[in-house]
Every structure is written in C-alpha cells, then in structure tokens.
C-alpha cells in the first residue's frame, strides 16, 4: 500500500496547487468572455476546495499523517508549470486543461492501485473525481475549439 499512500498525498498537493491556480484565475481572468469564465473558474475551484478534505481523510483512514504545509506541498506536487502573466481566458483554459490532464492520469493510476487493493471506498471518491475532472476537461477544450480551429 506504500505507493497508494504515496500517489494520494501527491495527488492531494497535485489538486491543492490546481484549486490555488483556478482561483487565481477565476481573479485575474479578462475580456469579452469574462463573466462566464470567471464563473467557470470559481466552479472548479470551489468543487476542487471540497475535494481536498476528502483526500486529506483518506490519508487518516490509513492512518497516516496527511501533509499539511506549503512546503510539503511544493516538494510533493508535480505539475506542470502553470503561471502566465497572460489574463487571456484562452490562455488560462489551456494551462487549465493541460493540468486537469495531469489529475485524470494521477487519479486513472490510483484507481488501479485502489482496484489491486481491493479498496472499494476508495474506488468510488476516485471514479467520482474522474468524473468531474472529465467533465472540466470537455468543458475547457469545447471552450478552446474556436481558437484552435
């Protein structure tokens, strides 16, 4: 179980840093198109926040300590780099997009480590994740269509 332990709090400073980020966005985001992405952002952020207990206390179902601090976080997160000085809400959905990515494949490979576990519980908190992490997917790439066409 060591490395479901491990993927878990990688996973937790992984969406810690991605809520922060969506945040910032969710602020700093301009343009025509601000209204509705400014909301698009607050809606990640705000459902990414709740997820974060949710993580923390499965980390404590396995008894084990959740990481706490920033600087637990910045050593354990492996995201890609997502600052722009950029407030473009193209800019912003695509750095979105890239890292939303990234918690789909931390959460596909945790879902195999929790199936091989047999940990049930656990499977499901997971599937509902991927299930919102797809949906923001689809969201920001239909989002990005336009410009990338």
Known sequence: MPGLIDALKQYLANTIVYKSV??????????PLF?????????IYQDVDET???????????????????????????????KTDSNSPT?????????????LSDIRNMLTMANEQNE?????????????????GWWLRSSLKAVMN
């Open 22 to 31: 969506s945040h910032g966005f969710h602020w700093n985001v301009e343009g």
């Open 35 to 43: 209204t509705q992405y400014h909301e698009f952002f607050k809606q």
């Open 52 to 82: 974060i207990d949710d993580i923390g206390e499965w980390l404590r179902k396995f008894d084990v300590i959740a990481p706490y601090t920033l600087a637990e976080f910045v050593t354990l997160n492996n995201m890609p780099d997502m």
């Open 91 to 103: 800019t912003m959905s695509r750095i979105l997009l890239d890292a939303n990515e990234k918690l």
């Open 120 to 136: 049930q519980g656990l499977l499901n908190f997971l599937a509902e994740r991927q299930e919102r992490h797809e949906f923001y």
